[in-house]
Structure formats: structure tokens, C-alpha cells
């Protein structure tokens, strides 16, 4: 079960750590925070991807 919790608490990281480089980058900003976003999306799905490619449960 911990490693359960360890692998969900590394993707919300990672989740967090991608939304700050996508507001720093440009891709979501003030006007179309809440609308949907293919390539936040994209982004999104590609570090979880990465990250159970890794670490697979």
C-alpha cells in the first residue's frame, strides 16, 4: 500500500512541477486557465506515461 501512496504522491510532483513550466512557458495563462488545452493535456498525459514507464505497479 505505501508504495501505492509513494507512486501517486511522485505523479502529483511531477503533475505540479509540468503546470508550473506550462504557466512559465506561456501555454496557460490568465485568459484560458479553465478552457480545455490539447497541450496541456498532451503534457499531462506524457509525464504520467513517463513516469509509470519507470515505475510501473
Known sequence: MHFDLAHAAVIIAALVVTNLA???AGVINE???HQWNWK???AY???VFII???WPI
Open 31 to 33: 485568459e484560458n486557465k
Open 52 to 54: 509509470n514507464l519507470v
Open 22 to 24: 506550462l504557466k512559465s
Open 40 to 42: 496541456v493535456f498532451l
Open 45 to 47: 498525459f506524457v509525464v
